[in-house]
């Protein structure tokens, strides 16, 4: 006696509500926080916060992140983004310039985006004599007519556990002319 075929549809249509619900509560807690700015944009890590910062210094741009870190929720990570107009340059000189310090450590040279880019470390005291260390991971990458030079950063104890996070934001930021 033939039963004829079975049906799938309703287990079927629980696994994909399900899915779909585990899928959407991880976008919800992870998805990262995208920003764009004049021929950039990057994603920072979730529930951080991106605003222009009106600094002098910086004639084409800056722009400030400040948000949790994803496994320390007491401390916060920070970063900021630069554009910086050029004409001719000797590249690693002129973003050593721009750096707080102008110390690039662990450097190397790669295309992000299809742009030559560089991702390097420095370090930085965030209140001169108190000894609290912040290590950033920062990428520069050519535009064209600028430098776009984008920082990821913590303090320095919690850096090695949020290294790869930290240099996957840096390597996100994508530039146009």
Same mark, same amino acid.
């Given at each position: =006696?033939? $039963?004829?075929?079975?049906?799938?549809?309703?287990?079927?249509?629980?696994?994909?509500?399900?899915?779909?619900?585990? #899928?959407? +509560? +991880?976008?919800?807690?992870?998805?990262? &926080?995208?920003?764009?700015?004049?021929?950039?944009?990057?994603?920072?890590?979730?529930?951080? *916060?991106?605003?222009?910062?009106?600094?002098?210094?910086?004639?084409?741009?800056?722009? @400030?992140?400040?948000?949790? =870190?994803?496994?320390?929720?007491? %401390?916060?990570?920070?970063?900021?983004?630069?554009?910086?107009?050029?004409?001719?340059?000797?590249?690693?000189? %002129?973003?050593?310039? /721009?750096?707080?310090?102008?110390?690039?450590?662990?450097? $190397?040279?790669?295309?992000?985006?299809?742009?030559?880019? =560089?991702?390097?470390?420095? *370090? *930085? $005291? #965030?209140?001169?004599?108190?000894?609290?260390?912040?290590?950033?991971?920062?990428?520069? @990458?050519? /535009?064209?007519?600028?430098? @776009?030079?984008?920082?990821?950063?913590?303090?320095?104890? %919690?850096?090695?556990?949020?290294?790869? =996070?930290?240099?996957?934001?840096?390597? &996100?930021?994508?530039? $146009?002319?």
């Amino acid at each position: =006696m033939a $039963e004829g075929p079975i049906n799938f549809g309703k287990p079927l249509l629980y696994l994909v509500i399900i899915g779909c619900a585990g #899928a959407g +509560y +991880y976008a919800y807690t992870h998805w990262p &926080s995208h920003y764009a700015g004049p021929g950039w944009d990057i994603d920072f890590p979730h529930k951080w *916060e991106c605003s222009p910062a009106n600094d002098p210094a910086f004639p084409g741009g800056k722009w @400030v992140a400040t948000g949790p =870190m994803p496994n320390e929720e007491h %401390f916060n990570g920070s970063g900021w983004v630069t554009v910086n107009f050029h004409g001719a340059i000797d590249f690693n000189a %002129f973003v050593a310039e /721009r750096i707080p310090g102008g110390n690039l450590e662990n450097k $190397e040279d790669l295309d992000i985006g299809n742009k030559t880019a =560089m991702i390097f470390q420095y *370090e *930085e $005291e #965030a209140n001169k004599g108190a000894g609290d260390w912040w290590r950033f991971q920062c990428s520069a @990458v050519k /535009r064209g007519d600028a430098v @776009v030079i984008a920082v990821a950063g913590c303090q320095k104890k %919690f850096f090695a556990e949020n290294e790869e =996070m930290l240099k996957k934001v840096v390597k &996100s930021l994508r530039c $146009e002319r």
